[in-house]
């Protein structure tokens, strides 16, 4: 499955080297870490409209690149996925 990891470059709350490692960590082929640089932990509650607006063009941008695939690239992942599960065994 696709997947997605956003993180405030200057977040206060969470270490972005756990999200850094959660994104090395993740088994999908088709990963994407974001970092902003001088926003906080909140991305969508407590930036400026202008980082908001960012972080919410980045997120719709990596969902529609992903739509235009359709049910035969989710099907490729799975495959994948489910072979590097049965070559681990």
Same mark, same amino acid.
């Given at each position: 499955?696709? @997947?997605?990891?956003?993180? =405030? ?7 972005? $080297?756990?999200?850094?490692?959660? *994104?090395?960590? $993740?088994? /999908? $082929? ?5 970092? *902003?640089?001088?926003?906080?932990? =909140?991305?969508?509650? =407590? %930036?400026?409209? %202008?980082?908001?607006?960012?972080? @919410? $063009? ?7 690149? !992903?739509?235009? *695939? =359709?049910?035969? !690239? @989710?099907? /490729?992942?799975?495959?994948? !996925?489910?072979? !590097? ?5």
């Amino acid at each position: 499955m696709p @997947f997605l990891v956003l993180h =405030g470059d200057d977040d206060k709350v969470t270490d972005k $080297a756990v999200s850094q490692e959660l *994104y090395k960590v $993740a088994l /999908s $082929a088709d990963k994407t870490l974001k970092l *902003y640089p001088g926003m906080w932990h =909140g991305l969508l509650t =407590g %930036e400026t409209p %202008e980082n908001i607006e960012i972080v @919410f $063009a980045d997120v719709i941008s990596w969902l529609e690149k !992903r739509s235009d *695939y =359709g049910n035969d !690239r @989710f099907e /490729s992942e799975l495959k994948q !996925r489910n072979d !590097r599960l049965n070559f681990k065994k």
